[in-house]
């Protein structure tokens, strides 16, 4: 009979509260004998992992990539044995902007076995703190998850014409710095200044702030907060919906409520 393939287990840590890991992840990350961390997991998280089980910060810091994701990879190949549990951790979902799909990819390569475990995404996360729903009946009929992440010698090139839709809840990961190209693309493309925005910072984790503005002028406010990654900003009517203190603005129009 042949050997069991080598395995990596590629974990979802979700948002940041350590409390909204799957039961999944949780089992992986005590019965791990490595876990290969990013540096979105949060401090609450990795005091999960015991003192025993060796661990590997492959993070970036700063927008510096500690390891190349090319190097990544290798050192998943490398570590990848049969007898050796292997928990790839990363940020929210393995599978949302997380480059869980490349690494899958280069494993499956080398005939490694990859389990995905699922992870809450920022954008549920963040929405779930914020009291938000992403999707709401008669607001929005649909949610888009973009990134506004692009290097610097690549333009911002977006359908804004298909992404500024007043029906369509719009997330947007690693935004912070590009949220002015996004912000006048949107609205040159018809989106009502006026649209509602929240801006969350670190979300779910004990440091976590989180403001409201509109389209227009959402830049200049982000700007005069500090507003550091990590952050998201939700475009959209139902920003209007906001549950949290900080983030609710007025009382809810009875139409909205569906009174
Ligand atoms: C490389 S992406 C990783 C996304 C991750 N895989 C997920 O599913 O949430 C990093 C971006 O996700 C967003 N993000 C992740 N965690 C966040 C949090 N706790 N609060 C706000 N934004 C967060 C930010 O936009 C951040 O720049």
Redesign the pocket.
């Known amino acids: 009979m042949s050997a069991a393939p080598p395995l990596v287990h590629l974990v979802?840590a979700g948002?940041?509260d350590p409390d909204l890991l799957t039961v999944k992840a949780l089992r992986l990350i005590q019965s791990a004998d490595v876990v290969v961390y990013d540096r979105?997991v949060g401090e609450g998280i990795l005091e999960l992992i015991p003192p025993g089980t060796a661990r590997i910060s492959v993070g970036k810091e700063s927008g510096r990539h500690l390891l190349p994701q090319s190097e990544i990879n290798d050192l998943l190949v490398s570590l990848a044995r049969p007898d050796r549990r292997v928990v790839r951790l990363?940020?929210?979902?393995?599978f949302?902007?997380?480059r869980g799909g490349e690494e899958a990819l280069y494993l499956a390569q080398y005939g490694i076995a990859v389990e995905v475990v699922p992870?809450i995404?920022?954008?549920s996360?963040?929405a779930a703190m914020a009291g938000i729903p992403l999707t709401h009946r008669d607001v929005a009929r649909g949610v888009r998850l973009i990134t506004g992440h692009f290097s610097e010698d690549q333009a911002l090139e977006m359908d804004w014409r298909s992404l500024a839709d007043p029906s369509c809840t719009l997330v947007v990961?690693?935004?912070i710095a590009t949220i002015g190209l996004i912000a006048a693309g949107l609205m040159g493309a018809g989106l009502d200044p006026a649209t509602p925005v929240a801006v969350?910072?670190?979300?779910?984790?004990g440091a976590?702030r989180s403001f409201r503005g509109v389209l227009d002028g959402i830049k200049a406010e982000i700007d005069a907060r500090g507003v550091q990654?990590?952050?998201?900003i939700i475009i959209g009517k139902v920003v209007d919906l906001a549950l949290a203190a900080e983030l609710a603005e007025a009382p809810l129009p009875d139409a909205v409520l569906g009174l």
């Open positions: 979802g948002p940041g979105l990363k940020g929210g979902d393995p949302v902007f997380g992870g995404t920022a954008a996360g963040c990961y690693m935004g969350i910072e670190r979300g779910t984790s976590s990654p990590p952050a998201l």
